[in-house]
C-alpha cells in the first residue's frame, strides 16, 4: 500500500503545468497538483477524499471516460484519450490525458495517476492551417480559371465558339454543376452552356448580368447542387468573368469593325484617301509616293520625302527590321500586314501606322505596294481603354463591398455599384442616386451615426463604423461594417466621400449566439458557472454600498444518481429540465439560479432583511424540489434536496474573493450531506449564528 515517501514525491507534481491527479481503487481524489488547483478554481483541502469531483469540470456528453478509468483500474495498461474540460471562469479546453495504473510492493493495484495537458491551442493550429490550405489551393484554380478564360478571350474570332469555350473552363475548374449564358432579348434563348452531366430547366443557383457596349445583353447563370456551396472567392471570380466577358465580347465587335474598316480603306484607296507608296526590292528604294503620304508624314510636297532615307521614319532598329522581316514576308506570298508601327513625321512628332504590304512586278523587278493608314487616334483610344481597364479591374477587385460616393453637405448619393444596390435591395441604381442618405438609411439613429462619422471624414480624411444596423428597401435589417474615405476636390464648397458597406449580418447575430452560449447552461437554459461569477460580483459590491443581507446557496439533489441509474441519463436530463423551470417559475425576479453542472445548483436570493427570510425560502424551495415531477416513460419520480448557505454581510471583509464564499457554501453543502441521517433541516449555514 502507499507510504508517506510516495505522498512526499507527488510534491513534484506542482511545478508542472499539465494537470495532474492520484486517485485510489474507491475513485477518491489523493492528491491534486497547483495546475489542478488554479484550473478547477478549488483548493486542495476541498476535493481530496472526494469521488468523482472532478466530474462536474467535463461536459456532459464526454462523461463516460470518467467512469471507464475504473475499468483499467485493476491492470496494468496504460490508457490515453482527449476529452474537454471547463475551467472556473467557463471556458472550454481540450486536454489529452495519460493514466498510469500503479502497483503497491505486494502487486496490488494501489492507486491511478492521471496527467492532462491541455491541447487547445494546438489543435485550433492545426485545424487552422488545413482550413488556410484548402483555401489557397481553391483560390490557385480560380486564378488559373481567369488565366484560361482571358486566353480565351485573347485569340477568340466569334461568339459562340467564345461562350461555349468560357461556360466548359467554368465547370471544369469548379464544383460547379452547370454554367449557361441565356439572351435576356428574344425570350430566353440560351447561345451557350455546359454542364457535369445532362440538365434541364435548372433553376440558377447564380445569375450575374453580361454588357456589351454598356447594354445588359445577356444573363450568366450558374448551377450548384449544394446551395451554400459557392464562397467569396468563386463568387467574386463568378463577377470578374462576367465582366471579362463584357470585355470580351467589345473586343470582337472592335475586331470585326477594323476588319470592316481594312475593306473600306481598300475602297478609299482608290480614291487616294490611304498614303501609298512603291518600293524597290531588295534595294528598298522609294519610287513612288500618293499625296496622302505626304499629309500623313508631315512633308511639304513629295520630292521631300523621296529625298529621306527609309530608316528615318521609324523610331527605332526594331522597328525598322521588323517591317523588313514583313517585306521578306510579303516577297515571299504574296502579301502581308503590320499593325500599330510607330513613325517618325518630319516635325518630329510620332504617329502610329497600320502597314499593307502587296507584291508587285514592275518591269520584271521585285516591289511591294506600301498602303500607310494613319491609327494614331485609335492607338490613342485603344491605350485609353487599356488604362480604364486596369482601373476598373482594381475597382473589381473589391465588388463584393458596396460602394457608394456620397456629396456633402447636402449628403445626396452620386454614384453606387452593384454590389451595392444588392446589398440595399434596390433593383438599379436610378433608385438611389440623386436621393440623400435619410432615404437610403431611414434609422434615424443609424443615420445619426453616419452623419457624425461624415463628420469626423470631412475633419480628419477617413473614419469607420462597425456592426451598423441600416434597413433594407424591404424592411429587414442588415449589419454592416462601413468605411468612409474623403475625396479631395479643388470644389471648395462641396466635398464627397467614398462610403465601403460590408455585410456581417451573419457575423453579427453569430457572435451574440456565441456570447449567449458561453454564459448559458445548454441543457437547462439556466446561466452558467461564468455567469453566476459575474452576477455574484455585483451582488457583492451591492451589499457594500446598500447594507443588504446576501443569500449563496449550493444546492444538490438528493435521489438523483437512482433516477440516472434507474431510468437513464435520458430521464435525468429530463428531470434537471422540470427542476429549472419550476425554480425560474418562482422565484423573485431579484433573486438567480445557475447550473454548476450535474445536479448541483447555486441560487442567490438578493436583497434579503432577516436569516428569517431566507429559511423561508429555502422551505419553499424544498418544497417545489419534493413535488413529483414526470419522468420518461410516464414513469413519476420524485427528489429531495440537501443545501449549504452562506450569508453575505456589509460588515464582511468586502476584499473575500468570490470562490471562497464558492468554498464556504460548498463546505456548508459537504457538511449538510455527511449529516444526512442526524440533521435537523436539509440545508447547514456556514458557522450559523
Known sequence: MMVNNEIIGWQFFDIIDAIAMVIDVHGEIIHVNKAAENFMG???SDVVGKPYFWENFIPIEERGHVHELFDIIHGSVPMEYENHWISIAGEKHLFRWTNTVMKDDQGQTAYLFTLGIDITHQRMLEQSMHEHAQWLQRVMKYNQLLFEANKAMAVAENVPALLKKLCDLLVSYTDLMQAWIEQSQGGGIIIASSSVNTYRDLEATTSLPIYREGTLWAVFHVYDEEKNHIDEELEQVLQTLSQDIGFGLDRLDMLHSEREANAFNAA????????INVMRYPERIVERINSRMVEIYGAHDVQELMDHQV?????NDQDYERVGILAKHILDVGQGMLKNVPCCRLDGAIIYVDLYGQRLCLQDRLHILWTHVDVTERHTQEQAI??????RARL???TTAGIDMVRYPERVIIEVNQAFINLMGYACKEDIIGHSTAEIYPNAMQNQRMADLAKK??????????DLEVLRKDGNSIFIDLSGQRIESEDSEHATIVWTSVDVTE?????NALTHQAF??????LPNRRTLFKTLKKAMKDVQQQGWLLAVIIMDLDGFKAINDTYGHEAGDLVLRHFSQRMKSSLRRTDFMARLGGDEFVLLLEHCTSIQEVRIMLEKIREIVRTPMDGIDASIVSLDLSAGVYLYRMSHDSTNTIAEIIRKADRALYESKHNKANRSSFWTMYHEP
Do not use: M, P, V, W
Not at 268 to 275: K, P, Q, S, T
Not at 386 to 391: F, G, M, N, P
Open 396 to 398: 473589381l477587385a473589391s
Open 311 to 315: 530608316r528615318e521614319f521609324y523610331l
Open 268 to 275: 478609299l484607296l482608290n480614291n487616294l484617301a490611304a498614303g
Open 386 to 391: 487599356r488604362q480604364l481597364s486596369a482601373e
Open 520 to 525: 448559458t447552461d445548454q441543457l437547462t437554459g
Open 42 to 44: 478549488f483548493c486542495k
Open 457 to 466: 471624414i470631412l475633419e480628419e480624411g477617413n473614419g469607420s463604423l462597425r
Open 507 to 511: 457575423r453579427y447575430h453569430l457572435t
